[in-house]
């Protein structure tokens, strides 16, 4: 009798807290039931971004990493700048996916906003991505959140060494998305199932929109909202077990549809 393989999972973190430490506790709730790859963004590969950066590049990089683990067809789950990424994946190598995660995606095309997102994406555009580091990162921590939600503390001690790359990067990855365009036609015509994790804390401006209009994208999709939860306080740190499970069904639905 034939054993049944684990499914096989790339998951991609934001542009603030590196794969491992981002995704230790969500992998630990996987366990040995899944192979699993926390792969880091291609934007903090070098000490700089590369000049001319564009999610192309992490598309390459998921491209590469799949294809050195010998994943042929896969799962795929992207968190904020991740879940961006995951995307334009989806929409561009989405023969290669056997299911799409999206927890939060920072980003997901400009066909669609409203009103209150296109006044969103202005601040971002217009004056977050203009500020120097010390004022950039509270005030990208701030649109993210609804009203009312304090933004979490500072971790103590001094910074860990990698935080010294994220207001380059924050910046790259925000010019690359006012660059980008996302072919939502192909993505209309994905039929692997879609997740969505939605946190109930964060900016519904920002995020709950985008999974509406997502929803109107997909055939096969699914939201699953995190009321405690916002985009600096993540199922995948804070509620690993429950993730888990949910990205467990979702794997073994798509595994057994046989979605070409």
Request: net charge negative; proline share 11%.
């Amino acid at each position: 009798m034939a054993v049944e393989s684990p499914p096989q999972a790339i998951l991609l973190p934001g542009g603030v807290l590196p794969a491992e430490p981002a995704y230790g506790a969500l992998v630990d709730a996987l366990g040995a039931r899944v192979e699993a790859i926390a792969k880091e963004l291609e934007v903090y590969a070098a000490e700089q971004p590369p000049p001319g950066y564009s999610l192309d590049l992490e598309v390459e990089g998921i491209l590469g990493a799949a294809d050195s683990a010998g994943f042929d067809r896969f799962h795929l789950v992207g968190y904020s700048a991740g879940g961006a990424a995951s995307l334009v994946f989806a929409a561009s190598h989405g023969h290669r996916l056997r299911s799409l995660a999206l927890l939060e995606p920072a980003w997901s095309g400009s066909e669609g906003l409203d009103f209150s997102e296109r006044a969103l994406w202005q601040e971002f555009f217009g004056r977050i991505v203009s500020l120097p580091p010390e004022e950039m990162m509270p005030a990208f921590v701030r649109a993210q959140l609804a009203p009312g939600v304090e933004p979490p503390p500072p971790p103590p001690g001094p910074p860990p060494p990698w935080m010294a790359r994220r207001p380059a990067g924050l910046k790259a990855l925000i010019r690359a998305f006012e660059s980008s365009e996302l072919d939502l036609g192909t993505l209309r015509r994905f039929r692997a199932p879609v997740y969505f994790g939605l946190g109930g804390l964060s900016n519904p401006d920002y995020y709950a929109r985008a999974a509406k209009r997502l929803a109107r994208v997909f055939d096969d999709f699914a939201l699953e909202v995190f009321e405690d939860r916002h985009h600096f306080d993540p199922p995948h740190r804070a509620e690993p077990d429950r993730l888990a499970a949910s990205l467990c069904a979702l794997w073994a639905r798509a595994d057994a549809s046989g979605q070409q």
